[in-house]
Structure formats: C-alpha cells, structure tokens
C-alpha cells in the first residue's frame, strides 16, 4: 500500500493485490461487512495521518477510486467543506466485481452523500409525515421494506423543499436517520422490496 499526499487536502492511495493477500482478503469476494477491509480502510486513514499529518476526523470526505494497471485500484480521498457527488469506493468496487453488500465502516468520520435515508417501524406515522411534506416538499424519493421496517430515500440533487429547517425536523420526528448511506442504498435495493419509485411522498399522501 503506498500513500501519497497530493495537497493539503487530498491524498492517494494505491492498492494492490499483494497488499489484500496480506490482510486475507479475497479480491473475488471482496466485502466491506468483513472486518479484514474495514480495518484495511482505517489503517490506510491512519498511515496517512502518521505520515502526513492528513487528519480527517472533522471532514467530509470524498472518496473516488478507479482502476490501476496492475489490476489494484487507486484511491483518492479530498476533504471537503461542502457537500459534494462523488463515487464511492463501495460503488466502484461493486460495479467492477459485481459484489454487493458493501460497507466501509465510518467510525468518527462523516461521509458526504447525495442522498438521505429515513426509516419507519410504523406505516401510518410514514402517511402522516407524507401527507404534510406533499404541501413543502417536490422532488424524488424511493419506498423500501425490508422486514417490518419502512425506507424512505430522498434524493438531495432531485429535491426542492421550501423550508429545509423544517423539512429536516419532520424527518426527525416521524422517522430515524440512517447512517452509512451508501451502503444502505445498496443493502436495500439488493434485499429490501421496492415499494414506490421516484415520487413516493406524493403517492402516498394522495393515496392513503
């Protein structure tokens, strides 16, 4: 594994096959729930802060990853103030091997993300928030089940909202925010069952 820091903002990481063979890590069946790359994800954050000083606990970051010639692939991880689209490491590793089921662990660190993710134990306190957001809200949201539980996924970059304080505490108070987006996104559309696509609010409070 070899860490170079490109600014003061952003460093890049090269991974290579012998470095995941070390770790017990089969490319094939690579898997972010196993604890052998979660820890291959930190220890590389914390190479990087020994080494450079390159100290994220209090950052977004954006983390890009493409392939390299040796059949690795090479990371890039920017700071960022401002949330921003990026593909993820979970996403490039899951398109390219067709894995799913992907997670890097966050510990203290928060991870930008184009989309938020709430979920419902109670279908009816999801039709009463629905019938409320339908009057402030415009844009795309998705329904999942997935057990007995209910998610609602909004789309920052395809959403308009007229009070976003507002918007944001009745989130809050109907439902619970889910960490680790990327994953969960993923997680649901593998497992869960899609219930409404794209325009889920305004179903649901015309219909129920």
Request: hydrophobic share 35%; proline share 0%.
């Amino acid at each position: 594994m070899k860490i170079e820091k490109i600014n003061e903002n952003k460093i890049k990481v090269t991974i290579t096959l012998s470095d995941l063979q070390e770790r017990n890590i089969d490319l094939e069946n690579l898997n972010y729930n196993s604890l052998a790359t979660q820890e291959l994800f930190w220890d590389m954050m914390e190479q990087a802060e020994i080494q450079f000083g390159f100290n994220t606990s209090e950052s977004q970051l954006a983390i890009e990853a493409s392939p390299d010639e040796n059949d690795g692939f090479v990371i890039f991880i920017t700071k960022l103030d401002d949330d921003e689209d990026f593909e993820s490491i979970q996403k490039y590793i899951k398109n390219r091997f067709r894995k799913s089921d992907l997670r890097v662990k966050k510990k203290c660190h928060k991870l930008c993300s184009s989309i938020v993710i709430y979920s419902f134990e109670n279908f009816d306190h999801l039709v009463s928030l629905c019938s409320i957001l339908n009057n402030i809200y415009s844009g795309n949201s998705t329904l999942y089940k997935l057990k007995n539980t209910y998610y609602m996924i909004f789309t920052k970059n395809a959403y308009t909202v007229s009070n976003l304080r507002y918007f944001e505490s009745l989130l809050n108070e109907y439902g619970k925010k889910v960490s680790n987006n990327a994953y969960y996104e993923g997680y649901l559309e593998e497992y869960g069952q899609k219930i409404i696509e794209a325009n889920a609010v305004e179903i649901i409070s015309c219909y129920f």
